[in-house]
């Protein structure tokens, strides 16, 4: 071509930028009075009627924490914002608080589908963003490989559906009867179905599923029909959130069928006091049997009950303690026990090795041990079986003592009776580790 | 839940018959000759003393050339982006008032654009090129012997930066990596990807719709000649038709919309609500979830609120930017056979669940949960694929391709959510550009140097969408930043051709405080290098 060699002069070398490569600079989210922390989780929304107290009560404890000198003099800065339990509000939230915020690290996303988008979205793997103590109970987050920066505080749902499996199996006014399950048709409820089979639990018939806010009255209504026409009592186990609870509750409340069920409720949609404020009848929760890894959120004699009572009360006024406030307080203890694991010198790698290395004996809680290792992402993996009274209180099942199981997500090996005894809460509720 | 208007939320649909008797228009080939120039202030944008010159080049394609009497030495070099191959008949939507092969030159992405660059003393070049749809070779060709010509008619002309929109950025891209030493700079604005990248994403869009909803429409393997216009014409309609029935569906029961009497999926899973099959192929194309009307995260106050966000509001976004991919994959398609002499488009190998990936997961909800979502898949898992040419292909594939070779300082704009050439196909880009970065740190000689490529990344509003009194979406009247493709605002596009200039002078690229400082004052704008948006699914 004869024109080019009239513009080709133009140097290409004068173009060309050397560059050297900066000077490694700190992990984002930290000075020397300030930690950073980022949350995305429902504030508004139908999602925020479940889950709306988490944030607050996050940052009431962390507030308390800081008024007790924060950590290793750092005070920590929760960064909160509402992604609505929708994935791409989540995806833009996230990406909000690590690239806008600047955001230290991650602690107490909210959701599967919203937090399997937000961390994708929001590149936490190559920002090596630790991601504490994610609040779903999806089995899938346990893979270091494609989640190498989060560290799961929930058991499995394949966990839950194990354990119900044998406290079906070894409970004799249950194992007879016909059983059911009614699971959310995604991550969760199938999470769920497949613990059940490892369990070597059979349902008398194949689960009903129905997708995340697709069980309208009308359907639940029609469901509970349905499965109503078996004899005796059967087992009805609802693996879904809390408004899908309470949707089948009030649906039974109508058809009159509260007590043609034995109900055994998940632990993410068996929170009383959400079922009682979405308007199911206390006299409805009044023996739906439940499973949890913690103490009652109303059982004051708990010694972590009662300090995290305190300081919602003097940090978060105004608003009731119940079991998400207990999940978001005892995450965030168990965040500032992480930070000061790492130590001084704070760094977001520092930070996910002290939980690899430390964090399986963090002061907690949960009933059930915590199993972070440089192998496992894995939280509690543990429940204990209780049934609620009217006024919303999970008690012991019959035998007035909790037997605590463990177990896997991905073993046929039957769980295992407990013997774990929990660490004593620290004192004033404040880490010193 | 409220009855969603999709009036507003779709644009005007309607399956009016179409005039069938246009012939496919073939360029007349133009002889190369010295420009006309003639010197006169553009009133009417307030610009004085501007010399326009227009001519023809040796290969047939227009080009024009304005000079401001304040020339300041930089010319500005722009391609175009991507322009319909044929003419087209009245089509409601596609082409209200029909449509004639658009040859003429361009110089800047819009007129505001080049007036007010004119007045800061910038000199514009643009080609109208001879051969028009997915014209990469001949456009890339247009720009550099515009290029000289510009500099042989204007020897002040001592800096030269490439910019383009669109297949036109690719263009500009394309001509730097070509013909080093050309340009000075280079701005690549909502970049495309590869032909064969971005026929996969508008034509897996385009076989979906086949698949669910009407098997008759024809999509790919146009005939030669009038018979393969017809046929695409056809299809336009078709398409057309398909959309229409959705969008009436969607407007009577947005919960759970019928499926078009044109599908032939057996009855039984026609129970599945047809947003999720429409939201599916969405995911499983790469079609945005963010459209002009529906950002994927808010729904009208009230009960429906969280509901709307997350089971319609991804579906009806993907709806509203499909159309759009659709009829592209329609006219792309029929362009690229042309060209290459048989079918480009291929999916015989692909594995759509595969594809879906963890989308299922995140949108279970909106799929109407994981066993229809299993249904779904298995229809298209049993619907005839498409196999290609592989002889057009290869003819194809000699189409020049980026290497991410870069000499001269280069910035990116990209929209997250542009539906058309998503933001993978800049982040393509510059994983080839940190490839030859790493090629050089290894000691390979002519490879790329670091701190080259500056990537400004363009996002719509957290939440954009807006319901009026009643609960209904309501479509603006101006896209919200950062969703539609190459919807750039002036100041954005000023921004960016502001820093071109500076880094053609200097030889370097804009330094991480200036662009920052330069971008302070936009929401949408951000910079990031640890920013990393998704490739296109044909690269995935």
């Not at chain 1, 003099?73 to 909160?80: E, F, T």
Request: net charge positive.
């Amino acid at each position: 071509m004869k024109r080019i060699s009239i513009v080709s002069a133009v140097a290409v070398a004068g173009a060309m930028v050397l560059s050297t490569l900066p000077a490694q600079a700190a992990d984002p989210g930290v000075t020397s009075t300030e930690i950073k922390l980022g949350l995305s989780s429902p504030q508004t929304g139908t999602a925020a009627l479940s889950y709306g107290k988490l944030p607050k009560a996050m940052k009431a404890y962390f507030d308390y924490i800081n008024a007790n000198g924060g950590v290793y003099g750092r005070k920590i800065k929760l960064i909160a914002r509402d992604d609505k339990y929708l994935p791409t509000q989540a995806a833009t939230q996230t990406t909000n608080l690590v690239l806008n915020d600047k955001v230290f690290a991650l602690v107490g996303a909210l959701g599967t589908a919203t937090h399997t988008k937000a961390y994708a979205a929001a590149q936490l793997a190559k920002n090596n963003v630790p991601d504490l103590f994610v609040n779903t109970g999806f089995s899938g987050f346990d893979n270091k490989t494609k989640y190498p920066t989060t560290f799961l505080v929930l058991p499995s749902y394949a966990m839950e559906a194990k354990i119900i499996a044998k406290f079906i199996a070894d409970t004799p006014t249950l194992k007879p009867q016909a059983s059911f399950l009614i699971a959310q048709d995604d991550e969760f409820g199938i999470d769920g179905v497949n613990g059940f089979k490892l369990g070597g639990h059979t349902f008398t018939k194949a689960p009903t599923l129905y997708p995340q806010g697709g069980l309208s009255s009308a359907l639940a209504e029609g469901a509970l029909t349905a499965l109503s026409a078996a004899p005796g009592k059967p087992v009805l186990v609802l693996m879904g959130t809390t408004d899908t609870t309470a949707t089948l509750l009030k649906a039974a409340e109508k058809l009159s069928l509260t007590t043609k069920f034995n109900w055994i409720v998940g632990s993410v949609g068996g929170d009383a006091n959400t079922l009682l404020a979405l308007g199911v009848k206390s006299t409805t929760i009044d023996g739906v049997m439940a499973a949890s890894f913690f103490p009652d959120a109303k059982d004051t004699s708990d010694e972590y009950v009662s300090q995290f009572m305190k300081i919602n009360e003097k940090y978060n006024p105004g608003v009731s303690f119940d079991n998400v406030v207990l999940q978001a307080m005892n995450s965030a203890m168990l965040t500032v026990q992480a930070l000061r694991a790492a130590g001084k010198n704070l760094t977001r790698a520092g930070l996910i090795k002290a939980i690899e290395d430390k964090g399986s004996t963090f002061a907690s809680a949960g009933l059930a041990p915590l199993n972070y290792s440089t192998t496992s992402r894995v939280g509690y993996n543990g429940y204990w079986f209780g049934q609620l009274n009217a006024k919303g209180e999970l008690l012991p099942y019959i035998t007035g003592k909790r037997t605590l199981y463990t177990t896997d997500s991905t073993s046929t090996s039957a769980p295992v009776l407990s013997t774990y005894e929990r660490k004593p809460i620290p004192k004033n509720g404040i880490p010193t580790n | 839940m409220k009855t969603t208007n999709l009036k507003k939320g779709l644009v005007a649909l309607t399956t009016a018959a179409l005039v069938a008797t246009f012939a496919v228009v073939v360029p007349s080939a133009a002889r190369a000759a010295e420009p006309t120039c003639s010197v006169a202030p553009l009133a009417l944008y307030n610009v004085a003393n501007v010399t326009t010159c227009t001519g023809v080049d040796e290969k047939g394609s227009k080009y024009e050339i304005r000079m401001p009497k304040n020339f300041n030495g930089t010319l500005f070099l722009y391609s175009h982006g991507i322009r319909k191959s044929a003419d087209l008949p009245p089509i409601p939507v596609v082409a209200p008032t029909g449509y004639k092969v658009d040859y003429s030159a361009q110089v800047a992405p819009t007129e505001e654009v080049a007036t007010s660059l004119l007045k800061q003393g910038f000199a514009l070049a643009g080609a109208g090129v001879q051969a028009q749809g997915w014209n990469l070779t001949e456009q890339t060709y247009a720009a550099l012997l515009l290029s000289q010509e510009a500099q042989m008619k204007f020897p002040k002309i001592n800096k030269v930066v490439a910019w383009g929109n669109s297949l036109g950025a690719l263009s500009s891209q394309a001509l730097a990596e070509q013909y080093p030493g050309t340009v000075d700079a280079v701005g690549n604005l909502c970049l495309s990807d590869s032909g064969l990248a971005e026929i996969t994403m508008a034509g897996d869009f385009l076989w979906g719709l086949k698949s669910f909803f009407d098997p008759t429409i024809k999509a790919t393997g146009y005939s030669a000649g009038t018979a393969g216009y017809m046929e695409m014409l056809g299809d336009i309609q078709k398409v057309l038709g398909v959309l229409v029935a959705l969008k009436t569906a969607l407007a009577i029961n947005p919960t759970s919309p019928t499926w078009p009497t044109t599908s032939t999926v057996p009855a039984a899973y026609q129970a599945i609500p047809v947003r999720s099959a429409i939201l599916l192929l969405g995911l499983i194309s790469g079609v945005s979830t963010q459209s002009m009307t529906y950002d994927s995260a808010s729904g009208p106050a009230g009960a429906s609120e969280t509901t709307f966000g997350l089971v319609l509001s991804p579906a009806l976004a993907v709806l509203e930017n499909g159309a759009e991919a659709a009829i592209l994959a329609i006219a792309a398609n029929y362009d690229m056979e042309i060209r290459a002499g048989g079918i480009i488009y291929d999916n015989s190998k692909t594995n759509y669940a595969t594809r879906l990936g963890d989308d299922g997961d995140t949108y279970a909800a909106a799929l109407s949960g994981k066993t229809y979502t299993g249904v779904l898949l298995s229809i298209l898992a049993a619907s005839p694929r498409v196999t290609a040419d592989p002889a057009a292909v290869a003819r194809f594939k000699q189409m020049y391709d980026l290497q991410g070779k870069v000499t001269v300082p280069t910035i990116n704009l990209a929209a997250t959510a542009d539906h058309i050439t998503p933001p993978g196909a800049t982040q393509h880009f510059i994983d080839l550009y940190d490839a030859q970065v790493a090629k050089t740190r290894a000691g390979v000689e002519g490879a790329s140097q670091a701190g080259l490529v500056t990537t400004i990344w363009n996002k719509p509003s957290d939440t954009y969408s807006t319901f009026d009194a009643d609960g209904k979406p309501v479509t603006p009247t101006v896209a919200p930043n950062g969703t539609m493709h190459c919807n750039f605002k002036t100041s954005q596009t000023l921004l960016v051709a502001k820093m071109l200039a500076a880094s053609a002078k200097s030889g370097k690229s804009p330094s991480a405080s200036t662009v920052k400082a330069a971008i302070k004052n936009d929401a949408n704008l951000f910079v990031d290098p640890n920013y990393r948006a998704p490739l296109l699914k044909y690269r995935q």
